[in-house]
C-alpha cells in the first residue's frame, strides 16, 4: 500500500511538471509583459477609465474576494474535522465541496472580469483589453496563493490563468460567445485543479495513515 501511495504520487507529480513545464514560459511571459504592454497600449488609444478600472481591481480585488471565499468555511472545517478523526469519506466529501465552492468563485470572477471588459471593447481596443482582462482576472488569485503558500492554492492559481488564456482564445476565435461558454470552458480548465487537489488530498491522506 505504501509503493501504490508512493506510486500514485509521483504520478501526480510527473504530470504536474510536464504540465508545468510547458506552459510557464509563455505564462511568464504573458504575466510580466502582458500587463506592460496593453497598459501602455490602451494609455496612447486614450482609455483612461479602463486603465483606471484595471488598477483599482487588481488592488481592491482581494479584499472584494477574501470575504466571498469565507461561507467556504462551512465546509472546510467539518472536513478537517472529520480527517482528524481518520472519518476520511465524509471527510473528503466536504474538503470537495469547499474546493468546489473556492473554484465557483474563481469561475464568477474571471468570467465576470472578462466579460465586463470586452463588453466595452471596440474594435480598436479588443486586443489590449483583452490582455488587459487577463492580468486583473488572475492577479488576485496570484496574490492570494502567494499569501496562503499551500499547494492546493498555488495549483488552483496556476490553473486560472491557463483558463483564462483558454477563454482568451475562444474570444479571439469564435463569432459569438455566450458567458454560458466563458462558465464552461473556465470551469471546465479549473475541473482539473479540483482534480489535481482532491487526489494529491487523498493521497496525502493514504501516506499519513502508513505512518501513524
Excluded at 510536464?18 to 496593453?38: E, Q, R, Y
Amino acid at each position: 500500500m505504501l509503493l501504490e501511495s508512493g506510486h500514485f504520487m509521483r504520478n501526480i507529480g510527473t504530470a504536474l511538471s510536464v504540465l508545468v513545464g510547458i506552459a510557464t514560459i509563455p505564462l511568464m511571459l504573458l504575466n510580466v509583459l502582458g500587463g506592460i504592454t496593453s497598459g501602455i497600449w490602451l494609455a496612447f488609444l486614450g482609455e483612461w477609465k479602463l486603465l483606471g478600472t484595471g488598477v483599482a481591481a487588481m488592488f481592491l480585488g482581494g479584499i472584494a474576494v477574501i470575504p466571498a471565499l469565507m461561507p467556504g468555511m462551512v465546509f472546510t472545517l467539518p472536513g478537517v474535522y472529520f480527517m482528524e478523526r481518520n472519518w476520511n469519506l465524509p471527510g473528503y466529501f466536504f474538503l470537495l465541496l469547499s474546493t468546489l465552492y473556492t473554484v465557483s468563485i474563481m469561475v464568477v470572477w474571471c468570467v465576470g472580469v472578462l466579460v465586463f471588459f470586452m463588453s466595452r471593447a471596440t474594435a480598436e481596443t479588443y486586443i489590449p483589453l483583452l490582455i488587459w482582462s487577463y492580468g486583473i482576472g488572475v492577479s488576485v488569485w496570484s496574490w492570494l496563493a502567494k499569501k496562503d503558500g499551500s499547494d492546493a492554492s498555488v495549483i488552483s492559481s496556476f490553473f486560472a490563468q491557463i483558463g483564462y488564456v483558454v477563454m482568451m482564445g475562444v474570444v479571439l476565435v469564435s463569432n459569438r460567445v455566450t458567458v454560458i461558454d466563458l462558465v464552461f470552458t473556465f470551469g471546465g480548465v479549473m475541473l482539473i485543479a479540483v482534480i489535481a487537489n482532491f487526489s494529491i488530498t487523498v493521497a496525502l491522506q493514504g501516506y499519513a495513515r502508513l505512518h501513524d
